[in-house]
C-alpha cells in the first residue's frame, strides 16, 4: 500500500491511499500517479510558495512474516515561475 501524506505528517486524517492494496512479485515495481492541492503552502507569493509531500510505501510478506516501510519527502514548487501577478 502506499499513503500520501499532504504535507501534515501529525494528522493522518487527510492521508489518502494512491497505490493498492495489491499483491507485487518480488523485487517488482508499480507506478502509481495522483495530484491533490495543498492545504497550505509555505510563503503568500505564489512564485516562491511551496509545499511538502510524504509518501510511504508499506509492503508485507505472504503469510504476514514481516513487513518493510519506505518512506520518500520532496519540497514541490506550486508554480515554476509561472503564475500570474496576483496584483
Known amino acids: 500500500t502506499v499513503t500520501d501524506d499532504p504535507g501534515t505528517p501529525n494528522d493522518a486524517t487527510d492521508d489518502e491511499v494512491v497505490f493498492g492494496p495489491a499483491t507485487l512479485a518480488a523485487n517488482s515495481c508499480q ?8 492545504a497550505t503552502v509555505n510563503d ?18 505472504p503469510l504476514g512474516f514481516g513487513s518493510v516501510t519506505d518512506t520518500a519527502t520532496d519540497t514541490c514548487p506550486i508554480c515554476d515561475g509561472s503564475c500570474p501577478d496576483p496584483q
Open 44 to 61: 503568500s507569493s505564489p512564485d516562491a510558495a511551496s509545499f511538502t509531500d510524504t509518501v510511504t510505501a508499506v509492503g508485507t510478506a
Open 31 to 38: 507506478p502509481y500517479t495522483g495530484s491533490y492541492l495543498p
